[in-house]
């Protein structure tokens, strides 16, 4: 029996197509969204949870080494529009709505990292999240900030130690807002706006999300990883989307924003260097209640 794949003995144009396909296939892969604490980082069941990806056109790479080099060339190669990364985040089982799942869902990652230049997320929210406590923003905001930094700065892989070696640079940043009623059987007790209906929500998460997303923009941490985001209801087609492009902009002080986990960068990389934008020594501003935007 020939140890040669088979897939070697079909013609290129059609071992190219087959590729295509492949590279094509959706996800439902869910990993850790941010970085173990401390004390799992020693537990091999957390790790071994957290640290698996499974990607089709990775895993046929295995078969043989010249098919490696063959997938290697087609999912560089200039020509490929798989450049879109799809990513799902929820906060379906969280406690009163103020934290994301500890864990996102991946649905397509059709290229390395070095070539993806959009990421689409879909942000699932049950009605009655709330963006903003009275002490300032809930840690659901820091928890969506801390998904794009890792990926930013460690790609794919979100809750790995080390840094790519090249920080990911996306020419645009796709947000798809969705709202969903909860279920009585697994919504937490007391949660805080049980009766709110699901349009009201909506348009409040909305114009809460969007409010962040100017702060965030205006801060300036994003230039050099992000060049433009645009937000959109996800069932409201393309015509109701609000769009922002990110400028350079004298960061300042961010002593009062790490505090709140909106520290951008980590350990050994940081896009802000990369850029040449660091933060400079002027008066603080910290991301309080004062700056949130109107939710109702």
């Not at 401390?38 to 957290?50: K, M, S, V």
């Not at 649905?107 to 990292?113: A, N, V």
């Not at 769009?243 to 896009?271: A, C």
């Amino acid at each position: 029996m020939s140890s040669q794949s088979r897939l070697l003995d079909l013609p290129p144009e059609l071992r190219g197509q087959i590729y295509d396909a492949v590279v094509a296939l959706p996800l439902d892969c869910q990993i850790a969204g941010q970085t173990q604490r401390r004390e799992q980082q020693t537990d091999p069941a957390t790790a071994a949870d957290t640290d698996r990806l499974s990607i089709p056109w990775l895993d046929l790479m295995l078969v043989c080494k010249l098919i490696a080099k063959e997938l290697h060339h087609h999912v560089h190669r200039d020509a490929s529009g798989n450049t879109t990364y799809e990513l799902e985040v929820d906060n379906l089982m969280s406690s009163r709505g103020r934290d994301i799942a500890k864990k996102v869902t991946w649905r397509q990652i059709p290229c390395p990292p070095c070539r993806v230049r959009t990421l689409q997320a879909e942000l699932v929210f049950i009605s009655g999240t709330q963006f903003w406590g009275n002490g300032g923003p809930n840690p659901i905001l820091s928890q969506l900030y801390q998904v794009l930094n890792s990926l930013i700065h460690r790609g794919p892989l979100l809750a790995r130690q080390s840094p790519l070696g090249s920080n990911i640079h996306l020419d645009t940043l796709i947000l798809h807002l969705r709202v969903v009623k909860p279920d009585p059987e697994k919504q937490p007790p007391h949660w805080p706006s049980p009766n709110e209906p699901v349009e009201k929500s909506k348009k409040r998460l909305r114009n809460g999300l969007e409010g962040y997303i100017s702060m965030i923009v205006n801060r300036g941490v994003l230039f050099g990883a992000v060049d433009r985001i645009v937000c959109r209801s996800a069932d409201d087609g393309d015509g109701d989307a609000t769009k922002w492009d990110v400028h350079r902009k004298t960061i300042g002080d961010m002593g009062e924003w790490n505090r709140y986990q909106f520290n951008w960068g980590v350990p050994g990389s940081s896009s802000l260097e990369a850029s040449g934008v660091l933060p400079e020594a002027v008066p603080k501003v910290e991301p309080s209640q004062s700056d949130a935007p109107d939710e109702d």
